[in-house]
């Protein structure tokens, strides 16, 4: 079936240097996409969001970019901070109705 | 804001013992969801309702597990019996219309053992 994934299950970035964390998704209906960042012993936070009728949209140190001819989503964080560190999910669904669908995660491990 | 509160956090039980867990929503937010996770298969969607009314729970796993919405403000998913494989963080979630972005709470985390 359809399903999101990550390239890279975890990513060692230095503290004050850019990341990014990478998704590809395989649906190509899909319309909505969204990046959740998870804590230890936390739940999923919503960092950011985009729709499919953009390419790009940024946030505070966060920029969502999405592709749409090769079906990749990209989370770039500037400045990687210590509280950076986390699993970071994309998130995909298609359509008002249907599903929110998660990707297996990418763990961020940010070094001093 | 208070956001999605749930109760337990933590909970130890024996196999063969009912589990109950709890769910306050976001004040507004018409939509719930249950979703369980796991290292193997990550965040699943268990069961989900609009407006108090469960719309979709293909994703429960067998009859030993049971949602139910009373009211706005509150929701239980219940596990009866308990089993080993049970043992998983199950998170509460809620949305507002056309529940775009979820806003999830801190989790039950439950073993059993």
């Known amino acids: 079936g359809e399903s999101v994934g990550l390239h890279l299950p975890t990513l060692s970035v230095q503290e004050g240097d850019n990341s990014i964390i990478n998704c590809a998704y395989s649906?190509?209906?899909?319309?909505?996409f969204i990046w959740y960042k998870q804590e230890s012993g936390k739940g999923p936070q919503f960092i950011i969001d985009?729709?499919?009728?953009?390419d790009k949209r940024q946030g505070q140190r966060v920029t969502v970019l999405l592709n749409k001819t090769v079906k990749h989503l990209s989370l770039q964080i500037a400045a990687t901070q210590p509280g950076d560190s986390a699993v970071y999910f994309c998130?995909?669904?298609?359509?008002?109705?249907?599903?929110?669908?998660f990707g297996t995660g990418t763990r961020l491990q940010v070094t001093l | 804001d208070a956001g999605v509160i749930q109760s337990p956090r933590h909970e130890v039980t024996e196999m063969g013992q009912e589990v109950t867990l709890r769910c306050k929503p976001i004040?507004?937010?018409?939509?719930l969801f249950w979703y369980r996770q796991t290292m193997m298969r990550g965040l699943e969607l268990l069961i989900y309702?609009?407006?108090?009314?469960?719309?979709?729970d293909s994703g429960m796993p067998e009859d030993r597990f049971s949602a139910k919405m009373p009211n706005a403000s509150f929701s239980t998913l219940k596990i009866q019996p308990s089993e080993p494989r049970d043992s998983a963080v199950y998170f509460c979630?809620?949305?507002?219309?056309?529940?775009?972005?979820?806003?999830f709470g801190e989790g039950s985390w439950l073993t059993v053992v």
């Open positions: 979630a809620s949305s507002l219309p056309p529940w775009d972005t979820i806003y």
């Open positions: 649906n190509s209906a899909s319309d909505y």
């Open positions: 985009i729709r499919s009728n953009m």
């Open positions: 998130a995909e669904k298609a359509g008002t109705a249907s599903k929110l669908t």
């Open positions: 004040s507004g937010h018409d939509y």
């Open positions: 309702f609009n407006n108090n009314v469960p719309i979709d």
